[in-house]
């Protein structure tokens, strides 16, 4: 009986602190998208053997198509990629340029 009555006061207790204390924000911000860095387009070009489209960083992150583009074509600007062109013209951002291919690595020294 006496477990009962604990019980039911606790449950008072909380429903009427719960209703008369207010209630604080979270305190981690919301966001409506995530900030893709362009450290973050370099590593997924990477992974994507150094060769990208628009619409394949688009598709992979929260950027639309026309934010990808924006933000490959900035990085074009700061020669950090160059443009290609595919056989069936689709434009393509390749950040292989500053990469060392596999022979390179191999005939490398140890300092």
Do not use: C, H, W
């Not at 909380?14 to 590593?43: C, H, Q, W």
């Not at 990208?52 to 990085?75: V, Y």
């Not at 690595?105 to 140890?110: G, H, N, Q, T």
């Amino acid at each position: 009986m006496k477990f009962l009555l604990f019980f039911v006061m606790g449950a008072m207790v909380g429903y009427i602190l719960g209703r008369v204390l207010p209630r604080k924000a979270s305190k981690v911000p919301k966001t409506d998208s995530f900030n893709v860095t362009d450290e973050m387009i370099i590593r997924f070009a990477n992974l994507r053997k150094g060769i990208i489209s628009a619409n394949e960083l688009s598709s992979q992150t929260s950027l639309n198509p026309d934010e990808a583009q924006q933000r490959l074509e900035k990085l074009v600007s700061k020669q950090i990629a160059e443009l290609r062109v595919s056989e069936t013209g689709q434009i393509l951002y390749d950040f292989t340029k500053n990469q060392p291919d596999l022979l390179e690595k191999i005939k490398s020294e140890k300092l």
